[in-house]
């Protein structure tokens, strides 16, 4: 079960590759990726099918990244989850966030057997502050159900 504590523990990370990011700038992972350097996170793109998002360079994998990072944020689709979740381990990568949709029982599994924090079924959009209205209302939807982690 995911607790508000995992989520401000991986919210607390600011340096983030953002795995799977989308060059489409309508694509939510693209979106995603945006907001987080708006907020003031150092976020590096993560995706093996270009050099660069926007104006930054982009990483093959998380091998590649210029420095030690302890969070990621996945936005794979599931069946390519699992490979990540093995190099994102073997790079010591304590916090990992899979984005809605990415998530698999057996990536939470692995996350677990791993020692990997992990926060699943929640939308990183809601949580990162200043949260747009949007989100808000999103949030509060979830509250009002009880589908948010306390």
Request: charged residues 25%; proline residues 7%.
């Amino acid at each position: 079960m995911v607790s508000q504590k995992s989520i401000q523990d991986f919210i607390a990370q600011k340096k983030l590759p953002v795995i799977g990011v989308s060059r489409d700038t309508k694509e939510f992972s693209y979106q995603a990726y945006i907001l987080l350097k708006i907020h003031g996170y150092k976020v590096y793109p993560v995706n093996p099918n270009t050099d660069k998002i926007g104006e930054d360079k982009c990483y093959p994998d998380v091998k590649s990244l210029p420095e030690r990072i302890n969070g990621a944020l996945m936005m794979l689709p599931p069946e390519k989850t699992a490979q990540v979740l093995t190099e994102i381990a073997e790079a010591g990568i304590k916090y990992v966030w899979l984005q809605q949709r990415t998530e698999s029982p057996q990536a939470i599994q692995f996350c677990t057997d791993h020692n990997i924090n992990v926060v699943y079924g929640q939308c990183i959009m809601m949580f990162t502050e200043p949260v747009s209205f949007f989100h808000r209302f999103h949030r509060w939807g979830k509250k009002v159900t009880g589908k948010l982690p306390k």
